[in-house]
């Protein structure tokens, strides 16, 4: 029997984790990965790279050797998709063919959506953890602040790791403190364009306590929209009830979240849902796009109304490899994500919460702990655990213990 060709549009951290996991599944499978970039980065740990606990370096590894043996890496872009047809044309000039389709683009970073940010980023105080040009110049900015205006911002929701924003706010506010009279002359914002501090009650509530005892002035529907590096600017539109007003605020030092979107070769296809930001349409439990069924999506590039965290991805991948094993074998598609997400919210240097919830903002915790307090322990896993398990375990195929529950009412179980 032939087996059928899967093409992979995709080699970040979702696209590599459901090539392992096929193969772990179904040794033999032909499998291509369609990936232009030579770098890989573990991009939840670039926080701590703006901070100062890693380096650059330490978030860094080859594609080549991520690749899973037996895989094809094709190291182009995609230009465009054709479901119609099962082709994906290629930035080398190559069409490939395929009989099943799983995208993994990931999200794009729109810089250029503020005004005067794209020429501004790393000059005059304006930095971001969200590029790895600037992660070192985020430290640089913090470790030599000398007092003033820290503004820390965050956009439109969906973006990827939705509490990373607030979390280098929190890490520079305590290296500011380690100075009298840097803490003295010092005052941190945090604007953020969503109308709360997290979108998830149950971990909004304690995160409203941090602010409080850190004496942070949050801002709340306030979305940057122009960045005036000479003057050291920022702009905002503030939403207040039914009305939008402008708001400026100086600053000596803001961190910039870009608003993110789909890519547009997805955002332009027929694969995107008529929703905001060019996401893939698919069903939110089986991950099988509603329009063409041999087109599976995961992670950040999803149409998912999940949390876009690299722990969303342990939580689906073994959701989309047993749906499209499935449909491969003509058997039902009975595997189910429901909606699990982590975000590790670092409140401070050793200071963490674990906030791990589901599609119902149900928090389902993976410790036998209280997942709202601030733990060092939970420091620990951030800072050790997650970057051994990412390179070690979850790039490797190794599956996320969780329970599934499909809409047919009996429970899929997913473990090693």
Not at 92 to 120: H, Q, R
Request: aromatic share 10%.
């Amino acid at each position: 029997m032939t087996q059928p060709r899967i093409l992979i549009v995709g080699g970040g951290a979702a696209g590599l984790t459901v090539a392992s996991q096929l193969l772990q599944a179904r040794p033999g499978l032909v499998i291509t990965i369609l990936e232009p970039a030579a770098d890989h980065y573990y991009q939840p740990g670039w926080t701590l790279v703006g901070a100062g606990v890693f380096s650059l370096e330490e978030t860094h590894r080859s594609e080549r050797q991520l690749i899973p043996e037996g895989v094809e890496w094709l190291q182009a872009e995609a230009v465009s998709f054709d479901p119609e047809h099962n082709q994906v044309s290629a930035s080398n000039g190559e069409t490939i063919s395929y009989d099943f389709l799983v995208v993994a683009t990931g999200m794009k970073l729109c810089w250029e959506a503020i005004k005067g940010l794209p020429e501004a980023l790393g000059t005059n105080g304006i930095c971001s953890n969200y590029s790895k040009d600037t992660l070192n110049y985020t430290w640089e900015t913090i470790k030599n602040f000398k007092g003033g205006l820290a503004v820390f911002t965050c956009p439109p929701m969906p973006i990827k790791c939705p509490g990373a924003p607030q979390k280098i706010a929190y890490l520079a506010d305590d290296v500011f403190k380690r100075s009298p009279e840097v803490a003295a002359r010092s005052k941190v914002i945090y604007a953020t364009a969503t109308p709360g501090i997290f979108g998830v009650p149950t971990y909004a509530a304690p995160l409203r306590k941090v602010v409080a005892r850190r004496g942070i002035d949050a801002r709340y529907n306030h979305t940057l929209t122009e960045v005036r590096a000479d003057k050291k600017e920022a702009v905002f539109s503030v939403k207040e009830g039914d009305s939008v007003r402008e708001e400026m605020i100086s600053f000596e030092l803001l961190h910039v979240t870009p608003p993110m979107a789909a890519p547009d070769v997805v955002a332009k296809s027929p694969l995107a849902g008529s929703a905001p930001g060019g996401f893939v349409e698919v069903d939110k439990f089986s991950l099988q796009h509603l329009r063409f069924p041999n087109v599976f999506s995961l992670g950040d590039v999803s149409g998912m109304p999940n949390s876009k965290t690299a722990a969303a991805i342990r939580g689906q991948a073994p959701v989309l490899v047993h749906n499209l094993l499935a449909l491969v074998d003509g058997k039902p598609l009975n595997a189910a994500y429901d909606g699990y997400s982590c975000c590790p919210l670092i409140t401070g240097y050793g200071k963490t919460i674990m906030a791990e919830f589901n599609y119902e903002q149900q928090p389902v915790p993976s410790f036998p702990l209280d997942p709202t307090v601030e733990r060092w322990s939970m420091w620990i896993v951030k800072v050790k655990i997650l970057p051994w398990l990412y390179w070690n375990r979850m790039l490797k195929g190794g599956l996320h213990e969780r329970r599934f529950i499909p809409g047919a009412g009996q429970v899929v179980t997913l473990s090693d």
